[in-house]
């Protein structure tokens, strides 16, 4: 047997399933409908919300004990005595069970409040059964189908004291009487029965790591935890059979254990010593209760370590071969509690992903490796959930996070795994005493007042949301738009249609992509192997064929048939300035240019797709930066020369023109003081003349459209809760994409909050203000001077303020913003692209509402990788999530976008 799968059947495929997915794929939002009769619930345990912990003769559990005499171990010194104080107040519970409208509620009973020393002649109480069947007999009445866990680790404490508990068998026979009481007793109104929750908890830090802070708190890590296993799962399978042969066709219920393990992911997925680790860490948590249960009847194999520490005597207590028969299969079900994922390594592990521990794909991968491993089995997640630590807050947003998407993890691994999960429940009801964590650690879909005595329950916004999603089975759409700000909804992927009208267009520049000649020769003796024309010799059909199948390729990979290929509607170039105008000006026209141009758009217009030409995409002629480039106004009156002469030549065919691609990068570039504010002021005032130039020669006889391309990174308040965050996130846009969008979407003048940031901090540094001013004609003449709203976007980032006024004078410092990345979202190939579909979304809605609802164009979009590969998984996935951000702005946002086209048609 293949060392790896023989510790646990067929599991260790998991990791082979999903070595191809990426993060990407793996964190998308899966759409769908749970099966009808899909069972939601909540869960709680005992001594963690009943209090009364000795009332009407209850007994001292070990959890009593342990609190009441160890409590330099426990945080805060706290106890379960009065907790939720369920015990008074079940009304309560009820009340808030029913509002959340599910179909069963998991609870346990507490052993000593039925027989107070664990034994049948201490009781029962019979206080402590009229409680049971109180709450028993009140879930029922309200359609609530009760599950009930004989033992969630409040052993009553003379057993402990009598013989170790479960560290000695001699407890199998009074667990056998009390289970045998409660299926008597409550068994003909409960349908579902967990014998033990997470024994693997329960042994590792109750007769492991004890001292820690667990009761009954043994330190026994390497002997002792073998011990309390295996009492455990003997009286398990024992409990099974009693329920099996006595009760079970009667009574018609179903019996099992809950388990629980982390899901491990091997750091690396591809190194078979990483994936036998993870294995092996299943095996010492799942698959030491599971395998006896599920599988073999036996602990799985795992290798001798005793033998490795020189201990000559067996730590593990073997099964007998009878013993083995009896556990085979005494589970009606998989019970599962799971909670985050870790990273393994052989020897080690890590912890993933930050302290919230919140990895929903971990419970998808775990829920395929428990039907590969253990038999297909039908499996009840019986508990999952997340704490905040003292947090008080009803908006737990983290929870509403953590419970969509882990749900819909579960989701996937129903519809795309077909793993047989019959139902889930959330971890857990209310607040409750989190063990050794006390009342500082929240896991509650409900508030609880802790120094209100009446312990007062109140919903967190996760008690809704977990209502509606269970209470439909699906995701609603009126949950997925709450806002377009909240995070639960952000990235969720939406269906629709962009409309008919939508334009769709793929982009390059002249500069990065006119080389587009194959130059080869024609082998003469290839043609002709004799050479000898004269007597007539044919050319030879082979070589003849080479030669035609090499030019039907070369023209196959023509641009204009790449195009056509894509069936998109427009193709967005821009012209070489100094093709036309070798050295800028009208002094020489190089009609060669002109000619490639005249092809180029004919040919696209035979294939029907659009023109989209930009006049100025950052290749100005070395002639004009030789004498200034565009900090020489005199560019203003070049460029429009060009652009006339292009309007004229082109113009009858060419009905999109863009005057200037992303002026904030050519002007931002390389510059500080005030080259950019001139060079910008230049800018807008050549794009201004030549839209003024074209409306009034041009447009009237050839109908097409004019504005400029403009960019901007999406700018994040880092606290949206921080007032002087959101400024500085819309001081950040206003000097980026405001800077040209406000004088021509505008009033033809700069934003306000840049004039007045940069002549503070001219006067600052005692010069006159570095930012140029426009004269009330210039400002007319530039108001208004836009077809439409391109733009160009690619990533987000966060800002915040930071006063930079002794920083060196910049166009970047005068802002005082600091930038920092997205936490978490992924990093493409260029260091400035961070993948933040989300960001897509949010700016499209800035500007529309910035500007008075323009039309949109997206002129380019794009992500950049640097391998070789044309498997390029990477741009699918961003595009499908770009494009989708942009088809919520579009259609639940209400942002006029008509086009977008994608950077970039070519490497
Ligand atoms: C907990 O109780 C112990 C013993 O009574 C005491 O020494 C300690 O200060 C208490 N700690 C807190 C946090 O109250
Ligand atoms: C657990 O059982 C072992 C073996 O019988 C015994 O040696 C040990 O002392 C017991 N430990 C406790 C804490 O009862
Ligand atoms: C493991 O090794 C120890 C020491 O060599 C030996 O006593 C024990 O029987 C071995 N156990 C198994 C299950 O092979
Ligand atoms: C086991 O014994 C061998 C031989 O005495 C020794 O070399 C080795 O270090 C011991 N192993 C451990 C883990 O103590
Ligand atoms: C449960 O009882 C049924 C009916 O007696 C029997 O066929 C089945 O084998 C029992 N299950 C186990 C695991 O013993
Ligand atoms: C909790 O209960 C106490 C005591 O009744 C009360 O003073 C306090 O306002 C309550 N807190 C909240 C947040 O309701
Ligand atoms: C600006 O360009 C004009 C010619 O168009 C030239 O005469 C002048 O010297 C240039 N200015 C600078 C500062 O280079």
């Known amino acids: 047997c293949n060392k790896i799968a023989c510790y646990t059947g067929n599991g260790y495929d998991v990791w082979e399933k999903f070595v191809r997915q990426n993060a990407f794929e793996r964190d998308e939002f ?181 001292v820690a802070a667990f009761a009954p708190g043994h330190y026994s890590p390497g002997e002792g935890v073998y011990y309390a296993a295996h009492s455990i799962i003997k009286s398990h399978a024992q409990a099974y059979h009693i329920y099996n042969n006595t009760y079970r066709e009667s009574q018609k219920g179903q019996i099992g254990i809950t388990l629980n393990t982390n899901w491990v992911e091997p750091m690396t997925t591809t190194d078979l010593d990483h994936i036998e680790a993870s294995q092996r860490s299943l095996a010492f948590s799942t698959g030491w209760f599971a395998e006896p249960i599920f599988n073999s009847g036996d602990y799985p194999d795992v290798g001798n370590r005793s033998e490795y520490y020189n201990i000559t005597y067996d730590r593990l207590p073997k099964f007998t071969e009878e013993e083995k028969e009896l556990n085979k299969g005494t589970s009606d079900f998989f019970g599962l509690n799971h909670y985050t994922s870790n990273l393994i390594v052989p020897c080690s592990y890590y912890p993933e992903e930050g302290p919230t521990y919140d990895i929903p794909w971990g419970i998808r991968k775990l829920l395929i490796w428990i039907k590969r491993t253990y038999g297909d089995p039908v499996i009840y997640i019986t508990e999952n959930g997340i704490s905040e630590h003292h947090s008080d807050g009803l908006d737990d947003d983290i929870r509403v996070n953590y419970y969509k998407n882990y749900i819909n993890e579960v989701l996937k691994a129903i519809k795309e795994d077909d793993v047989n999960v019959k139902g889930y429940t959330a971890w857990s009801l209310m607040d409750n005493f989190e063990w050794a964590e006390g009342y500082s650690e929240r896991f509650g879909l409900h508030w609880v007042n802790f120094t209100d005595p009446e312990r007062t329950r109140i919903p967190k916004k996760s008690a809704s949301y977990y209502r509606s999603l269970a209470g439909s089975g699906t995701y609603q759409l009126n949950q997925i738009f709450i806002s377009c700000r909240s995070e639960t909804d952000r990235d969720d992927f939406i269906f629709g249609l962009f409309p008919d009208s939508f334009l ?66 427009q193709y967005r170039f821009s012209i070489s300035w100094s093709r036309i105008f070798p050295d800028g000006t009208t002094s020489y026209v190089n009609q060669g240019g002109v000619d490639y141009y005249n092809s180029l758009i004919d040919s696209l217009l035979k294939i029907g797709v659009e023109p989209v030409v930009t006049l100025y995409h950052w290749d100005l002629p070395q002639a004009l930066e030789d004498i200034g480039g565009l900090l020489n106004e005199t560019v203003v009156d070049r460029f429009n020369e060009y652009t006339d002469f292009c309007f004229k030549t082109f113009g009858n065919r060419v009905k999109f023109w863009i005057t200037f691609n992303e002026p904030y990068v050519i002007t931002w570039l390389g510059s500080p003081g005030e080259a950019p504010y001139q060079a910008t002021h230049n800018i807008i005032k050549a794009h201004a003349k030549a839209y003024r130039t074209y409306e009034k020669f041009y447009k009237g006889k050839q109908g097409g459209r004019i504005g400029m391309t403009m960019s ?150 794009g992500v950049g990788t640097s391998d070789a590969t044309v498997d390029d998984q990477i741009r699918v996935n961003f595009y499908k999530a770009y494009i989708n951000e942009a088809l919520k702005a579009q259609q639940l946002d209400g942002v006029d976008l008509q086009g977008y086209t994608a950077w970039s048609l070519m490497d």
């Open 504 to 569: 769709w267009g793929a982009s390059s520049s002249a500069y990065q992509v006119e080389v587009s000649q194959y130059r080869f020769s024609l082998s003469w003796s290839r043609l002709f192997p004799t050479g000898n024309l004269m007597e007539n010799e044919v050319a030879n059909v082979e070589a003849v064929a080479y030669y035609n199948h090499v030019l039907d390729e070369l023209e196959a990979r023509e641009d204009v048939n790449l195009i056509k290929m894509l069936g998109v509607q």
């Open 30 to 210: 899966y759409h769908g409908e749970f099966p009808k009769k899909f069972g939601w619930g909540t869960a709680t345990a005992a001594y963690q919300i009943e209090g009364a912990w000795n009332v009407e003769g209850k007994g001292e559990s070990t959890w009593d004990h342990y609190t009441h005499n160890a409590p330099c171990r426990l945080l805060y010194n706290q106890t379960g005595d009065v907790a939720c104080d369920s015990y008074h107040n079940f009304d309560d519970d009820l009340a808030i069970i029913k509002e959340l409208g599910l179909s069963h509620y998991r609870f346990s009973l507490s052993w000593s409040r039925l027989f107070p020393d664990g034994k049948l002649t201490s009781g029962p109480l019979p206080d402590g059964v009229r409680y049971y069947n109180d709450v028993i007999n009140k879930l029922i009445a309200a359609n609530v189908e009760p599950m009930v866990t004989l033992f969630h680790w409040d052993l009553p404490q003379a057993l402990q004291d009598e013989f170790g508990g479960f560290n000695s068998s001699e407890i199998i026979p009074y667990y056998l009487d009390y289970a045998d009481f409660c299926f008597r007793t409550f068994g003909g109104r409960v349908k579902y029965w967990f014998t033990f929750n997470e024994p693997y908890v329960y042994c590792t830090l109750g007769h492991g790591y004890g």
């Open 712 to 861: 901007t990174e999406w700018a994040e308040p880092k606290d949206p809760n921080n007032p002087s965050d959101v400024e500085a996130a819309d001081r950040f846009l206003q000097s980026i994409l405001g800077w040209f969008a406000h004088p021509i979407f505008k009033n033809g003048d700069y934003p306000e909050v840049v004039k007045k940031q940069v002549n503070e901090r001219s006067q600052l540094q005692g010069t006159p203000s570095r930012l140029p001013v426009f004269t009330d004609a210039e400002k007319v003449e530039i108001a208004g001077t836009a077809d439409f709203f391109a733009i160009n976007g690619y990533t987000s980032r966060l800002v915040t303020y930071q006063d930079k006024s002794t920083w060196p004078p910049s166009y970047e410092n005068d802002r005082d913003t600091h930038e920092e990345p997205i936490p978490g979202a992924i990093q493409a190939t260029p260091d400035w692209l961070q993948i933040v579909p989300w960001g897509m979304r949010r700016l499209l809605n800035w500007l529309d509402r910035e500007y008075g609802h323009p039309t949109v164009y997206i002129t380019e979009n």
